[in-house]
Structures are given as C-alpha cells and as structure tokens.
C-alpha cells in the first residue's frame, strides 16, 4: 500500500501540488485522473522520489520514503516498476537488452536464468520474438509493453504508469489498460496511473482520484465517476473524448438508421430558405 | 552566482561518483564500451592531424632556424622532438578530443536526460552519477594518454617525414636531434598533462549533458558549452601545469 500525506510541491512561486495525500490499495488499479498541468506528473514523480516534495510524506507500506537514508530508498526503488509516457527505452539497446539490465544490475542469477525471465515476462505481454530489435524498429505500442516488461521483471511491488495511453491507438490503449489491470491483480500490485483519458478510467478506474489545479478534488471509482456532483470533474469529463466515443458507441447499437438520423440532424444548411419552415415563407 | 552554483553542482557530480557499484561488471562492461568509443572512434582523426601537425611544425622551425648558419642541423629534430612532446601532442591531442568525445558524451547523455532514460535508471535503484559518468571518466583517464602517446609519436615520424621530402636535413641528423638531450621527465608530463585534461574533458562534458533541462535546443547549446568550457579549462590547466612542473 502506498500512501501520500498532505504532499506540497512549488517551482519558484508557482505551487503545484497545494497539499495532496490519498491511500493507495495492493491489488488495485488506482488512477489519479486530471487535466494537462494539474500537478499529475509531479505528483507521480513525487512519490517515487524523482522530486522531492517541499513538505508531505510518501509511505510505501508504513515506510516514508524522504526520511530514509540512501541505501534504504536503493532498497524501495527496486520494488518500484515505472512506465514512462514515452516508454522511456535505452536506444542503444535491445529489447532484449533494456528488460535485461534491472536483471543484470540487482540479480546474481545465471544468464541463462535471466534470460528465461525475459522471456517470460515478454511473452507475458505479448512480445515474443521480437528480443533482437532495437527501440527504433518497434511501434509505439510494443515500445509501451516492452516498458511493461521491464517494469515487471523484478517482481515489482509496486508499478507507476505516466500517460500509458498517449500517443496510442483506441485498440491498442485499450490492450495496455487491460494488460495493466492483468498484471496487477496476477502479482497483487500496489499500481499508480497517471492518465487525463476517460477511456481508461471507465475502462480499469477501480479507483479514481481527481485532481484539479493542485488539489484533490474527487475520489471515487468507475461506477461513481459519473454521478459525481463535482463541478470540476463534470467539466473534464464533458471536455473529453469519452463522451463522443460513448456517442459513437450508441449510434453504432443503433444501426445506420440512426447514424444517419444523426448525420441529417448536423448537415450544415446549405440553402437556408430551402430549409426555412413552410409558415415563414409565406 | 551563478558560476558557484554551477561548481557546487559539478563538485556533487564528482562527489556521488563514489558510491559502491550495484554490480562491478555493469561498470566495467560500460567502462569498456566508452574506451572503445573514445580510442577507435577518435583514431583516425588524432592520426591525421598528429602527422600534419609535425610534419608542418618541422617545416617551420626549419624556415625559422636555418637561416643562421651557426644552428646545426641535428636542432631541428631535438625541437620537434620537445614540442611535440611537451606541448602539441597533448593540448592540440586533447582540444580536438574535447570537440569529438566531448561533444558526443554530452549530447548522448543530454538526449538520455531529455528522453526521460536517466529518470528509468534512477527508478530501478541504479547510481545514475557513478554508473554513467563514473565510466566516461575513467575510460578517458585511460584512453586519452594512450591516444596522446601515439599522436606525439605520430608528430615526430610526420616531421621525419617532411624534414627528408623537404631536404632542410638528413635523415640521420633528424634522428641524431631525436636522440640528443632526451629526458624522460617531458614524457612524464605529457602523460600528466594528457591525464589532467581527460578528466576535465569527460567531466564537464558529462556534466553538461546530464544537467541539461529542455530540448533539442538546449541540448545542442549544452553540446557546445561543454566543447567551450572544456577547451577554455584544458588551456588553463595547461599553464598552471607548466608553471608547477617547469619552474
């Protein structure tokens, strides 16, 4: 369990997290929700220790992060597994090679053991063969699930994703949601999603935090998120692309009659006294 | 200010080099690789420019001496021999390192930096200071005297060379300067020097690139600062170790 206390963060007079804390549950998929430049990347990047918060505490399982020594935080860093938004892969390395080096770095197994532990975890997101290539020579998405893998390969017990979605196609957004929420389960992970994509949260929000201008301002689950009565939450929810692709959805269930119902009702008029009611022609 | 803010940072850099590695091998895996990008990759051009440098070097010491019929011949070769060794080798040698592996040190960990590749190592519980620039480091400590070794001796066969197309002196009077009044002292200092300048060239050109904040911009004007800053600071510790060990 990781939990956050009253957490504060400025950058010269700007401040960026105005006193943020929330609890985060093992085994659940746990998504702090907000708008571009609501704090949500410095939040992330406060609790794994790549900033460090002005005042506030991080607690992984009772243990405050910014109060131990070094070696201590070394110890925690190797139970973390973080997913940057841009995959954040070693270019001059393999696929192979980058899920290999947290190995390389922090086990005395056997290469062959290593080895087999990269295969496995790139079989587990459905990468298999593909150990050769370079960053260069693989898609965005597979960039994605090899940054899963190698967040993985260490037995995490805890897993950050920042922005997993960005940049990705509806499909294979949805496939990296789906993998996350796998995963977390299979290995009862503590796992932290930083995402603005409403797609995600209906889709694997078992809770949700939103966070507005620095501040938490709703928490909650998929099933809520949709009754809330916060202002500000109805407002990124209606802004987002969510609601056109549930309006998508519908029309679909409806069949090309109302796709087509729905396409006259926004024709723009191209004769406006053609379209005109009889009463005002006359 | 803003220069001591810059040097407390660099001596923070230096000081979290010294850390005990998670696991030697990594590093002396990445140490190997480095000296195989400093050595070969700058190979070629040290020799080109090490066998012009004497070459052009004996060609104008002897346009300069030869007038005077009082200077023997044999002086040619005891002077290409000393400047080569005592100055061109290692501060010319290392001016140009410090435009071809500074450069590119800085600019591959600038684009780690930007690239959030460096955020990665620090997540995973790895030393990112000692692990990335530690082996820059020391694989240019090692590296470079060898490489300024070789230009000096370059330096001299380019001034050989030269000295017999041109004719100003025979081959054996060249030879007989070569050997006349050697002191094993000057090639002590030139691998002193070589030493000195590496370090200062892997670390501020490391320095420069792992700090960088921004993007492609700032990180090509990072590349340049640490090739400028690198070559100011090369020249200056060239006078103050000629100053110490000469007087």
Known sequence: MIQIRDIRKSFGNQEVLKGVSADFESGKTSLIMGASGSGKT??????????????????????????????????????????????????????????????????????????????????????????????????????????????????????????????????????????????????????????????SVMEIGESVFFLYKGEKRWVGNKDEILGSKDEALDKFIFASDFLQDAKHAMLKQGGRDAIRREMARNVPVANPEAAAPESSKS | ?????????????????????????????????????????????????????GAVTAVQTAYQIFGNSLVPGYYLGWIVRDTTILELAPTFSCLILAGKAGSNMSSELGNMRISEQIDALTIMGISTEAYLIGPRILAAIIVIPM?????????????????????????????????????????????????????????????????????SVELGQASTRAVVYSCILILLSDYVIAVIALN
């Open chain 1, 42 to 199: 410095v939040l992330i990047k406060c609790m794994v220790g790549l900033l460090k918060p002005d005042s506030g505490q991080v607690l992984y399982n009772n243990r405050d992060f910014f109060s131990l020594n070094g070696a201590e935080q070394k110890k925690i860093r190797t139970e973390i597994g973080f997913l940057f938004q841009g995959a954040a892969l070693f270019n001059s390395l393999s696929v192979e090679q980058n899920v290999l080096l947290p190995l390389d770095m922090f086990t005395n197994w056997t290469r062959a053991e290593k080895l087999a532990r990269v295969n496995e975890v790139l079989e587990r997101v459905g990468l298999e063969g593909v150990n050769p290539k370079f960053p260069s020579e693989i898609s965005g998405g597979m960039a994605k699930r090899v940054g899963i893998a190698r967040a993985i390969v260490q037995h995490p017990r805890y897993l950050f994703c920042d922005e997993p979605n960005s940049g990705l196609d509806p499909g294979t957004a949805g496939r990296i949601d789906e993998l996350i929420q796998e995963l977390t389960r299979e290995f009862n992970i503590t796992t932290v999603i930083n995402t603005h994509d409403m797609n």
């Open chain 2, 147 to 215: 490489l300024v070794a070789v230009a000096a001796m370059l330096s001299i066969v380019g001034g050989y060379v030269s000295t017999m197309v041109s004719g100003y002196v025979t081959g054996g009077e060249f030879v007989h300067g070569l050997l006349t009044s050697f002191k094993g002292f000057n090639v002590q200092l030139m691998i002193i020097k070589a030493m000195v300048f590496a370090f200062l060239i892997a670390s501020v050109s490391s320095y420069q690139g792992f700090y960088v904040r921004g993007g």
């Open chain 2, 1 to 53: 200010m803003h220069f001591f803010a810059h040097f407390g940072q660099y001596l923070l850099m230096i000081r979290a080099l010294f850390v005990k590695p998670e696991q030697f091998r990594m590093y002396w895996r990445e140490t190997l690789r480095q000296m195989e990008d400093i050595g070969v990759g700058s190979f070629l051009i040290i020799t080109v420019v090490s066998l012009f440098i």
